[in-house]
């Protein structure tokens, strides 16, 4: 393959996968990109091997392998978009690892060290900001929620367990040693959300974001009124057959409807893992909306993916990988982010905050052996090759980002004050 001109990947398709399909041509960026990339591998434990059996960088024999298999056209991705065109690299198969997560590991956990924080700072100047097609308007929300939790409820059953939980489970002791089920440790994470939201026979609750029914089932079971509410027509769907199927119908209502046109009061309010849906611009919204549906008493249960505050910061407004092709309009909040929007725009006081990322990095490495196990089933369902290293790479990049400490995840209780006082 030629890299002049508009070159493009073989066997991958152009329509679908345009800047992934077509090879940009940077020789300049590229050679900045390949000097840069020897520079930093280098300095962590990883080892590089090339086409020709060149290997280089700072691991050891027990350390990590990336192996380069088109690397000049790596070195022109990377080069032209940087971490986009590193995912995107591996999506077209020009870099490959024996154990992916232990090469984005390794980046992770040295990620300062990779971009220090003077190049931090200028990548709102030097990257593409994302599209304003995606941001979270009301249509746009739907539009960005739709891409990814529409893509087929059978896709998402391949992987997640019974319960059909996409969120960080908790286990029982450590993550990595539990003999804990997935769904076994699904359900204890719902059930503690529950428990620190107060939800009872006969409470009210509103839950934004339904996923595919479990916590409302769960709710409902404990004999609460459950009105949950997604953009999802996919997870809508699913989730009020199994709430039927559970014969709870008549306790737990799921409304197609976005998080802003909630109307009525609620004795508790929760939340698993939609925050990060919303979009920066739009957190005042999102806990308003929370604060407004509470009764004098309420409580609300978050569960959130939390990141440094500086990082936050450096990616607000640039496209990223994660962006680009698997949460439009995606954004990550930081724990000062949370506190500062909560206590300038709603009246809420925050009584408990439990971090569990470990277990999230667990949840994650689950999933995708799951997912590369069932491969041949996720083809079946139409989705080609690009589509399956896409997910392998976002499922082990995100459990790189919690395993190193880059992200955390947190179950975030929130009270509205009885007359000046805590509920």
Request: net charge neutral.
């Amino acid at each position: 393959m030629t890299i002049a001109g508009s070159a493009v990947t073989p066997d991958i398709d152009a329509t679908r996968w345009p800047d992934v399909a077509v090879v940009p041509h940077s020789p300049v960026r590229a050679a900045i990109a390949r000097r840069l990339f020897h520079r930093v591998v280098a300095r962590i434990p990883l080892r590089v091997v090339e086409p020709s059996g060149r290997t280089y960088g700072g691991g050891g024999s027990k350390d990590p392998i990336l192996r380069l298999i088109r690397p000049a056209v790596f070195f022109q991705r990377v080069g032209t978009s940087g971490s986009v065109g590193f995912g995107e690299a591996y999506m077209a198969g020009d870099w490959t690892a024996d154990d992916l997560s232990g090469v984005l590991c390794a980046f992770a956990a040295h990620l300062r060290d990779v971009v220090p924080a003077a190049l931090q700072r200028l990548r709102a100047v030097a990257l593409r900001r994302p599209p304003a097609s995606e941001d979270n308007t009301v249509a746009g929300a739907r539009r960005n929620i739709q891409r990814h939790y529409d893509l087929s409820n059978d896709m998402f059953k391949v992987f997640l367990d019974e319960s059909m939980t996409y969120s960080a489970a908790l286990y029982n002791g450590d993550p990595a040693e539990s003999s804990d089920e997935l769904a076994t440790a699904q359900r204890r994470k719902v059930d503690r959300l529950l428990d620190t939201s107060q939800v009872y026979a006969g409470t009210r609750v509103l839950e934004i974001g339904t996923g595919w029914g479990e916590l409302a089932i769960r709710a409902a079971s404990r004999g609460a009124e459950v009105t949950s509410i997604t953009n999802s027509a996919e997870q809508a769907a699913l989730a009020r057959e199994r709430i039927a199927q559970a014969g709870l119908a008549d306790r737990a209502t799921v409304l197609l409807q976005d998080y802003r046109a909630t109307t009525g009061r609620f004795d508790a309010v929760v939340s698993v893992e939609m925050v990060e849906a919303v979009g920066m611009n739009y957190w005042p919204d999102y806990f308003q909306t929370i604060d407004r549906a509470l009764v004098p008493g309420g409580r609300a249960g978050l569960q959130a993916i939390l990141q440094a505050d500086d990082l936050m910061r450096a990616t607000a407004n640039t496209q990223t990988w994660i962006r680009k092709y698997i949460f439009p309009g995606g954004a990550l909040l930081s724990a000062e982010a949370l506190h500062d929007t909560i206590t300038r725009h709603t009246g809420l006081h925050l009584l408990d905050r439990y971090s569990f990322g470990q277990h999230y990095a667990e949840t994650l490495r689950r999933w995708r052996a799951n997912f590369e196990a069932r491969s041949a089933d996720i083809a079946r369902l139409g989705f080609d090759e690009t589509f399956r290293r896409m997910w392998s790479f976002y499922l082990a990049y995100s459990e790189s980002g919690f395993r190193t400490g880059c992200l955390d995840v947190s179950q975030i209780c929130l009270a509205k004050p009885v007359r000046g006082a805590l509920a």
